[in-house]
């Protein structure tokens, strides 16, 4: 009887330890900031992790969007921020918020793969639907793996020298992200998913490297400093889906402590480009913005075009109304001015986003495809664009 007692007693134990250890095993570790150093891993950091069949942010690990994206040769975006506790970011109406010391911000792209296709190496889905980017349990808060193509992560770390770019490769399990420091080009094809055209685009994905994602994030030539591109006050007031509910970005990011300064009215805000129900110039002033004023601005890199296609802007002559090219080369194709209002195909602007030649492209990185939707959008706001430009 005593041995029968203990041959079922025995296993029973080792199932329960088993099934608390493995409980213990599934926990999120906490996000571990590194101060100095260049991690492996992305998984070193416990920002987000692979797991389940999920790309899952970490608890206190805050998701967001923008009204208006950059464009990346059409892929979708999973974005964080992370700030140690007791540690908020000061509000900015214009300028990039004052990120404390050891926030780290989280940029996964990916793609959508083709409705009823099988996984590839190469397939990917150019869409604006995100309805199946998400998985179901977590709303805004995780990728459904099944469902999407990750490609890389790119990490921004504020650290007490100022910010840090890191970027990350994920591999083709997509159970984890490797670092990239040189940068990489991954062949993909985007497949057209609209009946009527069904078309198929090979193009090659750039990754980055340190020093090219550095070229982007200094907005300011003299003070030489990398800073983050994307949470600013008019990019972030939109409502966001979190696990908890729709909310709008700023107040969350108050509500959680991430966040101080907020003002209570006349908060500034980009239109979302996509949304045709906004007014045409807001929607094509806002892409202008997100896409090039980060070079084209009275700070920015490109500075000595004396562009300036920052939101905010009032001077309609340095946003390019009749505005002669500085130089520009045969970046000009042979156009006297940047903007011909009612002319989008005598304008160097259009013809520059149009372009995918090494020279002539705008933005010069970034891309290898045309954003055939976002040309459509600036041809339309300039042929609504009254006035004339005397030669």
């Known amino acids: 009887m005593s041995f029968a007692f203990r041959s079922v007693r025995v296993p029973c134990a080792l199932l329960a330890l088993a099934a608390f250890l493995g409980g213990c095993a599934r926990a999120p570790q906490p996000v571990h900031f590194f101060a100095e150093g260049r991690p492996g891993k992305l998984s070193d950091w416990h920002l987000v992790e692979a797991r389940d069949g999920k790309l899952a942010a970490n608890t206190d690990v805050v998701p967001y969007d923008l009204n208006t994206p950059l464009f990346s040769d059409y892929a ?12 908020a970011a000061k ?41 199946r980017d998400f998985a179901g349990d977590r709303a805004g808060e995780s990728l459904d793996l099944a469902k999407v193509r990750l490609v890389e992560t790119r990490v921004l770390v504020r650290r007490d020298n100022g910010w840090e770019a890191i970027p990350y490769i994920w591999n083709a399990a997509q159970t984890e992200a490797e670092l990239a420091r040189t940068g990489d080009a991954i062949p993909l094809e985007l497949v057209d998913e609209t009946p009527a055209k069904a078309e198929r685009e090979a193009f090659a994905y750039v990754v980055p490297n ?62 979302d480009w996509h949304d045709t129900a906004q007014p045409l110039a807001e929607r094509a002033r806002a892409y202008l913005d997100v896409n090039c004023s980060h070079c084209h601005s009275p700070t920015g890199p490109a500075n000595t075009t004396a562009l300036d296609l920052r939101a905010a802007a009032t001077d309609l002559r340095r946003l390019g109304l009749c505005k002669p090219p500085v130089a520009a080369g045969r970046g000009t194709g042979d156009r006297l001015f940047d903007i011909v209002p009612g002319k989008p195909d005598a304008s160097i602007l259009l013809y520059r986003m149009t372009s995918s030649e090494p020279g002539v492209m705008m933005p010069e990185m970034g891309r290898n495809t045309t954003h055939k939707e976002g040309v459509e959008l600036i041809r339309e706001w300039i042929a609504a664009t009254s006035g004339t430009c005397d030669a």
């Open 76 to 87: 979708h975006k999973f974005r964080t921020v992370w700030m140690p506790k007791g540690k």
């Open 91 to 131: 509000y900015d109406a214009e300028g990039p918020f004052d990120f404390p010391v050891g926030t780290v911000l989280t940029k996964t792209f990916f793609y959508p793969l083709p409705s009823g296709a099988a996984r590839d190496a190469k397939s990917v889905a150019r869409t604006y639907d995100t309805s």
């Open 210 to 271: 340190e020093n090219q994602c550095a070229g982007c994030h200094v907005t300011n030539v003299k003070a030489k400093q990398i800073e983050p591109l994307g949470p600013r006050a008019r990019h972030l007031n939109r409502d966001y889906a979190y696990a908890s509910g729709k909310e709008n970005q700023l107040a969350y990011w108050t509500a959680k402590g991430y966040l101080t300064g907020l003002p209570t009215t006349n908060l500034p805000r980009d239109a």
